[in-house]
Every structure is written in C-alpha cells, then in structure tokens.
C-alpha cells in the first residue's frame, strides 16, 4: 500500500538587523507588527548609554527610555499596548550612533 507522507511547515523569522558600527552592536528590532510588547535586541562589544525612543509618523515623540549598554547581549521591552494601531519609528542613539526603524502597531 502507498503511504501518504505528511509535510510539517514550520514558520521561521529572519529579522533585520542594523548596525551601530561606533560600538561594534548589532540590532534588532521584534516582532514587527507588534500588538502590545516590541523587543529591542542589542549585541555589542562597548558599554554606552542608550536611549531607546518611538515617534509617531509626524514626529512626535511618544515613548522614550534609557537604559545602559553592556559588552554582550541584552533585550530591551517597550509596552506599546497604548499606542494606537499605525506605523511608528523606534530610534536608537548610543554614541554618536544613531539607529531609526519603522514599525507597525497592530
């Protein structure tokens, strides 16, 4: 008899990443859309002050944290479960570094 053979699809994620080459840090930003939580993940072979910041499309700052880089990994939470759905931009400044990505918030 003929067996059938079942197929597993597994979905997988393969995020942006962005630089602060002054501090040799890689970034990433997730998930994107985000509901209520966006995660900041930071690599980076300097400590540096960070301020963390999300704008809305017209500028308007909306949230803001800061918080302090050490040499390895971290993740950063913001709680975006305020915000209303729409695009946003999260800007990084450590250093003289500076990071902007857009997000959405569903």
Do not use: H, W
Not at 3 to 26: K, N, Y
Not at 28 to 55: D, G, K, M, Y
């Amino acid at each position: 008899p003929l067996r059938r053979q079942r197929q597993m699809c597994i979905e997988t994620a393969v995020l942006p990443v962005s630089e602060l080459p002054e501090l040799g840090a890689v970034v990433s930003i997730f998930p994107n859309p985000a509901r209520t939580n966006l995660n900041v993940a930071v690599t980076t072979e300097q400590s540096s002050p960070v301020t963390i910041s999300v704008f809305s499309v017209d500028g308007k700052l909306l949230l803001r944290k800061e918080e302090r880089l050490s040499i390895g990994s971290q993740l950063f939470n913001l709680d975006v479960s305020d915000l209303a759905s729409g695009f946003y931009m999260v800007r990084l400044d450590a250093g003289n570094s500076t990071i902007t990505e857009k997000i959405i918030v569903e």
